[in-house]
């Protein structure tokens, strides 16, 4: 299977989660879905995805922790692109994403259904 074809998905939003699987995997993706942060960082850790999608505010352990563990325990390459979910527009958080190793972020509230895929295309492109 083709690592780019395979995505995760931490988000504690049930519906959201579930509206992101469904779009994925309609356009061929494999995709996996945690919904609180224990559950994605072990999932994140054990690798082989060529993106991870990582909501910011999450039950158990936020996306900022997620970001640092996962810094700290594997190769910058090892988890695919990481791009972050999230509605908060506070540019020191998302310096702080960015700075430990996320490619960028999507504003869950800004973006449709189109948007969303043709972003997520262009991440894996770059990857």
């Known amino acids: 299977m083709d690592v780019k074809k395979k995505i995760l998905i931490v988000e504690d939003d049930q519906f959201l989660r579930e509206f992101y699987q469904d779009l994925l995997q309609s356009e061929g993706y ?29 039950p158990k352990r936020d996306g900022l922790q997620i970001l640092k563990e996962i810094k700290v325990k594997l190769a910058a390459n090892a988890t695919g692109v990481i791009v972050i979910l999230t509605n908060l ?14 490619a960028g972020y999507l504003v869950k509230s800004a973006m449709n259904p189109d948007q969303v895929l043709t972003e997520i295309h262009s991440y894996l492109e770059k990857a």
């Open 30 to 58: 494999t995709v996996e879905v945690a919904g609180d942060g224990d559950a994605g960082l072990t999932k994140a850790l054990a690798g082989g995805w060529g993106l991870l999608l990582l909501d910011l505010m999450l």
């Open 89 to 102: 527009g506070q540019d020191a958080i998302i310096k702080q994403c960015l700075d430990l190793g996320a």
